[in-house]
């Protein structure tokens, strides 16, 4: 049987320990001290105010309805801005790349022939906003941004409404649609607007209608960067009612070509939709219903079709049955 091994330790072994002990304990003290130095250095630091510029990306938006960006000379602007060293620090992470100008806010000022230009004063308070610091610590390096613009040809087009509309049962259009306005300006260079024949709305689609209403639909545009339309929105007038359908027991009536024709039945029934409010107004008289003798051998037909030469206005879906009628030539 193996004797337990047991360890000994001289008094100079207990020595030796005691001071690796002591080492690491200086150590851990002066690195704490120098990290808590390092951390009063940087708050001391970073609580002063620096001066530092940025680059930001300029996106021009929004020109004179009737003209187009066709170059930006300044992409980017330059701007320096005072803060605090915490606030820079805070910036670096989470500054704007990019800064988008609508042209139509401010003052377009021209230069030359096609060259125009706006003053950065008034975007200082745009950038001040921006990264959340006061007015007067911002300054560009620049005092305008310049631009090109060219100007477009205009003319006036027709404006189609998309609009899906599912109605209530018995619910329908009393009018055509009426769209206010009719025609839109469209603005872009010539080549460009000569293959514009209308345009449309951005579509919608209406459940369970049963009212007249006022639809806002805004006008789609496709080429933004090429074309401009004007007005952006467009007001399409629904004037609702209710329908119901109603029958007229109508005489087939002759014409110069058929006066000497007699039909079988010589009466039909019409059937119709007809708006609630109107359903009184429908007299059978309304109607005239004649046969069809147009390209016809009368000599080899055995009947001839019914066609509606007259009827109201404020009906629709109007249909005769019986659809075709025996006749006679009456000699």
């Known amino acids: 049987m193996e004797k337990s091994k047991k360890k000994y330790y001289t008094p100079d072994r207990f020595l ?107 975007l200082k308070e745009r950038i001040a906003k921006l990264l959340d610091i006061p007015a007067n610590n911002v300054n560009f390096s620049k005092n305008t941004i310049s631009f090109y613009l060219e100007k477009l040809a205009s003319k006036k087009v027709k404006i189609i409404p998309r609009l899906t509309l599912n109605f209530a049962d018995f619910y329908n259009l009393y009018k055509p649609l009426k769209v206010k306005p009719e025609k839109a300006t469209v603005y872009s260079i010539k080549s460009v607007l000569d293959t514009i024949k209308y345009v449309y709305t951005k579509p919608m689609v209406i459940h369970n209608i049963k009212s007249s209403a006022d639809i806002s639909l805004e006008i789609d545009n496709p080429m933004k960067s090429l074309v401009r339309v004007k007005p952006r929105y467009v007001t399409v007038s629904l004037d609702v009612e209710k329908f119901t359908q109603s029958s007229s027991l109508v005489v087939v009536s002759s014409t110069p070509k058929t006066e000497n024709i007699h039909t079988f039945p010589s009466k039909v029934t019409v059937y119709y939709d007809v708006a609630l409010k109107d359903y009184d107004k429908v007299k059978p008289s309304d109607f005239l219903i004649v046969p069809d003798v147009e390209s016809v051998d009368l000599k080899k037909a055995q009947k001839l079709n019914l066609k509606i030469v007259k009827k109201p206005s404020f009906v629709r879906n109007v249909r005769v049955e019986p659809s075709q009628v025996e006749f006679i030539i009456i000699k």
């Open 16 to 122: 030796h320990n005691e001071k690796v002990v002591k080492h690491r304990s200086d150590y851990i003290v002066f690195f704490t001290f120098l990290l808590i130095s390092a951390i009063f250095w940087l708050l001391i630091n970073l609580s002063k105010e620096y001066s530092w510029s940025y680059n930001m990306k300029i996106k021009l938006q929004d020109p004179p309805v009737d003209k187009l960006i066709t170059k930006q000379v300044d992409s980017t602007i330059v701007f320096n801005i005072k803060a605090q060293g915490f606030y820079l620090l805070k910036l670096g992470f989470m500054k704007p790349d990019e800064l988008v100008v609508h042209l139509k806010n401010y003052t377009v000022h021209k230069s030359d022939e096609n060259m125009y230009y706006i003053s950065t004063q008034p």
